[in-house]
């Protein structure tokens, strides 16, 4: 009974490149989120989305990244032109239905590290 | 305005001591849910127990309890006889329906916790 998944676990990149980070929810689950762990901080929400639809994108930055799920495979979360200030472990997490009461299981988390 | 302080940042204990982590927390809401979870140093993040408002009954599982309490704001993670691979990181988070919030979690800055044999 697998556990909700990402990949890469680590990624590099230079300065001006795209990242894209993987996340597949735990079986039965259609609910996915995703947040950023800066360095010596929290966890902040940065989107969630449902297949073909994002219900709530109110703290992803407005510029350079952009998240999808669609109806067949991963979400993806993608950062284009990256800088050093996008360093941080991403985590995606998942729950069986939508809203406030579910509990989010996550993921293992991407480290992003940017050259 | 922060909604969820841990202003332990970090607590250093000896295996077998007992050690409570504090969570204090602020929402406009009268219902909302209230969570903990472990990041050890694999850096995953594990769940490790939700609370409606509505039910402020302690809890307990094996080693780890929880204190509920409205009246304070409170929401805090009692561990009893430490033990070496306790040592993590500890959210504790919060999800409202205020404004219509559609479930992200507002999580606090973490409490790591060291465990020395």
């Known amino acids: 009974n697998a556990g909700v998944m990402q990949n890469p676990r680590h990624l590099v990149r230079r300065r001006g490149q795209e990242a894209r980070l993987r996340c597949s929810p735990m079986?039965?689950?259609?609910?996915v989120y995703w947040y950023r762990q800066l360095p010596e901080e929290g966890l902040k929400f940065m989107v969630y989305l449902q297949k073909e639809n994002i219900i709530d994108e109110s703290g992803m930055p407005k510029e350079r990244f952009s998240a999808e799920f669609p109806k067949e495979g991963p979400s993806i979360l993608r950062i284009q032109q990256v800088v050093r200030g996008d360093s941080a472990a991403y985590f995606c997490?998942?729950?069986?239905?939508?809203?406030?009461?579910?509990?989010?299981?996550f993921g293992p988390g991407t480290r992003l590290l940017v050259l | 305005a922060q909604k969820v302080t841990q202003a332990q940042t970090e607590i250093s204990v000896v295996e077998k001591e007992d050690v409570t982590l504090d969570c204090v927390y602020e929402?406009?809401?009268?219902?909302?849910?209230l969570f903990w979870y472990k990041q050890p140093p694999s850096g995953e993040l594990v769940f490790l127990i939700r609370r409606n408002s509505f039910d402020e009954q302690n809890e307990i599982s094996g080693r780890y309890s929880w204190n509920f309490q409205k009246s304070t704001s409170s929401f805090n993670f009692t561990i009893t006889a430490s033990q070496v691979v306790d040592s993590a990181v500890y959210f504790c988070?919060?999800?409202?329906?205020?404004?219509?919030?559609?479930?992200?979690?507002?999580f606090g800055k973490g409490t790591k916790l060291s465990v020395k044999p």
């Open positions: 988070a919060l999800s409202e329906n205020y404004g219509g919030s559609q479930g992200n979690l507002i």
């Open positions: 079986k039965g689950h259609s609910h």
């Open positions: 929402t406009r809401d009268t219902t909302y849910y």
């Open positions: 997490a998942s729950s069986p239905a939508s809203g406030w009461r579910e509990t989010q299981y």
